[in-house]
């Protein structure tokens, strides 16, 4: 039981460290896509994460097209604030890919545009809040995927 969260080139890596842990956490495997804005081995990416980064189940890619090439089988859904669908309308399943984007800006434009009905966002009620924080953003829809499958 789990799922596979998908960092599309981040950028900070307290925030992959955190969700790293989550990852752990969560029985989540996480997948990073290159290229990143820190060094894999960040001293704050390992601080984040504490000691419990060697236990995680991680898989890295030199860049998007190979992610897709290696998990074109994969049932993925897309989280970003341009999301037409809110993240609770996604149909939970054990396994699936929740992707998300960096932090400066999201996912690739080609990407939502792409995938329009399975791309969801997380409501934001302040029109000063642009987006959330990735860590935070990671954690609502993993915890909700998981009261979903009522784990």
Request: hydrophobic fraction near 35%; charged fraction near 20%; aromatic fraction near 10%.
């Amino acid at each position: 039981m789990g799922y596979n969260i998908v960092l599309i080139e981040p950028e900070i890596p307290n925030n992959t460290g955190n969700i790293g842990r989550l990852s752990l956490a969560t029985g989540s495997s996480l997948h990073l896509v290159k290229p990143f804005g820190f060094e894999i081995n960040d001293s704050r990416l390992k601080r984040a994460g504490l000691d419990y980064w060697q236990h995680l189940s991680v898989f890295t890619y030199e860049n998007i097209e190979e992610f897709y090439a290696k998990n074109k089988e994969a049932d993925m859904v897309y989280f970003s604030s341009h999301g037409k669908k809110e993240y609770t309308q996604n149909k939970f399943k054990d396994n699936q890919f929740l992707i998300f984007g960096k932090e400066s800006v999201g996912l690739p434009k080609e990407i939502i545009t792409k995938n329009p009905e399975t791309t969801h966002h997380i409501p934001i009620l302040s029109t000063h809040v642009r987006s959330l924080n990735l860590a935070n953003a990671v954690s609502i829809v993993v915890y909700e995927g998981l009261r979903a499958l009522k784990v």
